[in-house]
């Protein structure tokens, strides 16, 4: 799973828009955007067809109230989420890996905020993808 999956998914779950504000790296230099960054994951399960991945949610925002609240936004569609495709792959469960943290303000005095989810899932085949 890539953060273009998760940029896509969070995109149709009307968020935002995909190169628009919402970017598949930090969000730094984009005004009140988001920006998904993966993060060393764990390796794959051993014993079932199962992986693990966690991405770095940021959000940089020139509003405190409104980069909080977008997060905020992302915490309440992915936590504690089951059992849903996400482009290609089935995701068993997403959920916050902590709180939202607050990352105080960038050298442009832009609030920076970051949540890190991590997501449980495996890879669909061709016949679940096309059914």
Same mark, same amino acid.
């Given at each position: 799973?890539? *953060?273009? *999956?998760?940029?896509?998914?969070?995109?149709?779950?009307?968020? @935002? !828009?995909?190169?628009?504000? &919402?970017?598949?790296?930090?969000?730094?230099?984009?005004?009140?955007?988001? @920006?998904?960054?993966?993060? =060393? +994951?764990?390796?794959?399960?051993?014993?079932?067809?199962?992986?693990?991945?966690?991405?770095?949610?940021?959000?940089?925002?020139? *509003?405190? !109230?409104?980069?909080?609240?977008?997060?905020?936004?992302?915490?309440? &569609?992915?936590?504690?989420?089951?059992?849903? $495709?996400?482009?290609?792959?089935?995701?068993?469960?997403?959920?916050?890996? @902590?709180?939202?943290?607050? #990352?105080?303000?960038?050298?442009? $005095?832009?609030? #920076?905020?970051?949540?890190? =989810?991590?997501?449980?899932?495996?890879?669909? +085949?061709?016949?679940?993808?096309?059914?």
């Amino acid at each position: 799973m890539q *953060n273009s *999956n998760l940029a896509t998914f969070l995109e149709d779950q009307g968020v @935002g !828009t995909k190169g628009v504000d &919402i970017w598949c790296e930090l969000p730094l230099g984009k005004e009140d955007s988001i @920006g998904i960054v993966p993060v =060393v +994951s764990p390796e794959p399960n051993k014993a079932f067809a199962t992986y693990d991945q966690v991405f770095d949610i940021w959000a940089r925002f020139e *509003n405190a !109230t409104l980069g909080k609240a977008k997060l905020q936004e992302v915490f309440d &569609i992915l936590h504690r989420r089951q059992n849903y $495709q996400l482009d290609g792959f089935h995701v068993y469960l997403s959920y916050a890996a @902590g709180m939202i943290d607050d #990352l105080d303000r960038d050298p442009e $005095q832009r609030h #920076l905020y970051k949540l890190t =989810v991590a997501f449980v899932y495996r890879e669909l +085949s061709e016949e679940e993808q096309s059914s």
